[in-house]
């Protein structure tokens, strides 16, 4: 089973807490007021909602991730893949090529992926 499903203003949020983990929810309040504009208590709020399933945890005033970034990632991946694609992901990759410039770099990058 994958990572809980982050929704895109959490997963804003988990980029700050992945980004500056462990931290105190006063200093995240901060920081998301001055990138997402969010007030102190809507900070607060998301925090607890993500402590209440399972994606973060709090520890008085300490927040930190349960899942890391690149838990959650592939978790939307394989959603995406499952939803999209009927689960086929020679379907999504045929379909990332056609709509991506892929350079030289990438596409070697990519090959070294795939050969491990």
Do not use: H
């Given at each position: ?7 895109e ?10 980004e ?6 006063a ?14 208590t ?7 909602r993500l ?16 899942y ?20 086929s ?21 990519i ?6």
């Amino acid at each position: 089973m994958g990572a809980p499903k982050v929704f895109e203003s959490e997963y804003r949020f988990c980029l700050i807490v992945w980004e500056n983990e462990p931290e105190t929810c006063a200093n995240l309040a901060k920081i998301s007021k001055e990138r997402l504009g969010w007030s102190r208590t809507t900070t607060y709020t998301v925090v607890a909602r993500l402590c209440e399933r399972g994606i973060l945890k709090k520890e008085g005033s300490v927040v930190s991730a349960l899942y890391s970034k690149e838990d959650i990632q592939i978790s939307e991946m394989d959603e995406l893949i499952d939803k999209k694609f009927e689960g086929s992901v020679p379907a999504f990759v045929a379909a990332f090529a056609k709509s991506k410039k892929i350079s030289d770099k990438d596409r070697e990058e990519i090959m070294a992926l795939l050969g491990e």
